[in-house]
C-alpha cells in the first residue's frame, strides 16, 4: 500500500513477543474514519484517539497488545501519553497526530519505563508497510494474525484485524485496521466504511461481551487516483467478510464458524436481534460444539428475542439446506448431525412478516474458552 | 399444607426416573397465582395455563419433566389435552381446571400412548401432599430436588422448583411452584407473589438462555385463618431467596454462586440492568470459575450494559469486602483469589448517582456447562 511505513517491535508489555505496532503515513494527508467501542467505560486509548480524531490532522496508529491500559486512573492516562510523545519524537509527530489502540488485560498498567527504554532508536526501523507482521504485532489470545488484501482499480486496499475473546462489538468492532492507496472523497470513505462494519464486525459475536477498547480504523494515502468508488465499496465489504469470518473462527476455543441468516422479518434492526440471540444463545453454541441436533433450542432462542414480532404459524428454520421446523414428517437427526460436525454451520430462520433481513457470525462454546478464560490474567 | 394432595410417578416421558406430579386442591375454590415465559415462542402448556387461569377455576397442576412438548405443532397441544383428559377423569376434573407445566427437550413429541397406559387407575395413589417427592419428579438435569418450608402464623408455605440450563427468566420463572393453607386476600396474594418473584426468580440468570415453558404459580387452599399480610410476604420473600439460590447453586456445571448487588444507580431498573449484565458475561463467569483474579472484567461488563447511565468518577467496585476499584494502592490479588476460591463470591457495585439497587444471582460457567450441554438430547 503506497504512503505507509510500518515498524513492529517487542516492548516488553508482557512476554517476548511483538506487542506494538506503529504505522505511519508517509503523505502530509492522509485521510482517516475511525469506530470505537461504545461502552460506557472506555479506556483512555479510546478517548484519546476520538479527540484527535476531531482535530482532524491524524497521521499514524499506535498499537500496543497484551494490556488495555483500561481501568488505570490518571497514571494509565499519564501512561499513554508517555508512550505517545516517546514514539512522536522519533518520527516528528504529535501525540495528537496519532490514533492509539490498546488491547489485553484490564486494571493493570503499562510497564513504561521498559516500554520508552525500548521506543528510543525506533525511527531507524521504520521501513515499506509490512502488514503481516504489523497483524501479528496486535495479537493477544489470537492464534494466528489476520490479513486481507484486495487490489480496485489499481489501488491497494489491507485489512488486518484482531480479537479473540471479549467480542461482541457494538457500534464499532474489536481492532480492524485498514489501509489504502486509494484516492476517495472524504465522506465517501467515511460512509463506506461505517456501512461495511455495521453488516460485518458489528455483527459478529464470540461471547457477547463488549471490550473496553474497541477500535476499527481506515486510513488512505490517496496516492492512486482513477478508483471506482462502487468498486471500492464492494471489494471493502468482501474483504471485511472473510476478515470477519477469520475472526469468528479463531474465537478463543472455537472449533465452528455459526453463520446465522434470518430473513422476512418486519426490518432489518429486528432480524439482526433475532439473529444475535441464536448466534450467543449459549445453548445454541454447545449444541453446535458438540453436534448435538437439539434443534429447538433455536426456536428457544429465537422465542426470547425481546422487542421483535414473530409469527408462529410462519416461521421456518433450517439448518444448511435441510428444515427442521416444520417437518411434518419429522427432524432427519442423522442429516443435522452430520451438517454439525462441519466446521462451519449455517441456521437460517425465516420469519414470514416483511422483507428484515440480517446475518451475524459467532462461533461454538467449547470447554477450551472456559479454560482460556479462567486463568487468563495469571 | 392442608387442602392439597400429590400424586407422582414415572409415566414412560424418558428413562426411570420421576416425571410426572400432580397437585390436586382438596378444597373447592383453591386462590391461584401464576406467571408465564415471555417467550414469544411459548410452548402450549404455557398457552393452556393462560388460558385456563383466565377462566379463574383451577384446581390442580400436572408437572411433566424430561419433555417439554414445544415445537409440535398441532399433534403437540392434542398430546396434552389428552394427558389432561386422562388425568382430569382420574380424579374428577375438567381438563380447564389444570394449570400444566411440561419442561425438556424441545422439538419432541411426548410418548403418549405409553403415558396414559400409566395415567389409568391413578386415583388410587393420591395422598397426603408429599413436597419432595413432588421436587423430586420435576427435576430435569438438576442434580437434587429444591424445597423450602416455613411456618408464618401457624399457616405453612412450601415451595419446590426446578431448572438449571435455559435459565433466565423474564417476567416470569423457571418452574417455582408454592403452596400454602393462608387464608389471604387474592389481590393481596397475587401481588405478593409477582413483586417477590420479580425480586428473586426474575433476578436469576444461570446461561442467559429464556426458556419456552417458563412456569411459576402459588395455589392457596385458604384453610387456615389469622395470617398477616405483612409476616406472609416477608416469609415468602425469605423463602424465595433460598430457593433462587438452590437454583443457582445447581446451575448446570455450576462449582459457585455469583451474587451481584448494584446500588447508587439513576433507578432500580437501571441497577438491575448493570446487575444482569455483569453476572450474564462470559468472562466474568469464568474468571469466577477459575478464581483468576481479573477484576477488570467486572469494569467491562459494567461498561456494555445499554441503556444506564455510570459516572466513572463515582464508580466503585467491590469483592466482598475488598474494593477492587478504584484502588490507589493497588489490588491485593492473592486476597482477591482467596475470595474468588469461595463456593459463594458477592460481587458489589456502587454507581453513586442516585437510590436504585438491585440484587441478582448467577453461577459460573465450566466445562462441564459445555459437556452437558453439547450432548443434551443425545
Known sequence: VAGF????????VRGESPDFLCVRATVP???????????????????????????????GLVAISKNANVGNGPEGEADMFAVLDAVGAEIGLRADQFLI??????????????MLARIDGIRGGFGPADFDAAARAIMTTDTHPKVVSAF????????????????????????????????LEPQFMESAFRSVHDRTFNCLSIDTDTSTSDTALMMSSGLKRGVSPDRFAE????????LTEMVAADGE????????TVDGAVDDWSAKLIAKSIVNSPLVKTAVHGAD???????????????????LANLSVMFGNLTVYPAEAGVD??????????????????VGLGSGTATVWGCDLSAEYVRINGMYST
Do not use: C
Open 101 to 114: 489502540a490498546s488491547t489485553g488485560v484490564i486494571g493493570r498498567r503499562y510497564p513504561v519505563q521498559q
Open 253 to 260: 476455543g472455537a472449533t465452528k464458524v455459526i453463520r446465522v
Open 333 to 350: 437427526l442423522f442429516a443435522l448431525t452430520d451438517l454439525l460436525r462441519r466446521n462451519s454451520v449455517d441456521i437460517a430462520v425465516r
Open 152 to 183: 480496485v482499480d489499481g489501488a491497494t486496499l489491507v485489512g488486518i484485524a484482531k480479537g479473540v475473546g471479549m467480542i461482541e462489538p457494538n457500534m464499532a468492532t474489536l481492532f480492524s485496521f485498514w489501509f489504502t492507496d486509494a484516492l
Open 5 to 12: 511505513e510500518t515498524y513492529t517491535a517487542n516492548l516488553g
Open 293 to 311: 441436533p437439539n434443534w429447538g433450542r433455536v426456536l428457544m432462542a429465537t422465542g426470547k428475542t425481546r422487542g421483535v414480532e414473530i409469527d
Open 29 to 59: 494527508n492522509p485521510l482517516t474514519a475511525a469506530m470505537f467501542t461504545q461502552s460506557l467505560f472506555p479506556g483512555p486509548s479510546v478517548v484519546a484517539s476520538r479527540r484527535h480524531l476531531a482535530q482532524g490532522d491524524v497521521r
Open 235 to 242: 471489494t471493502l465489504y468482501q474483504e471485511a467478510v472473510r
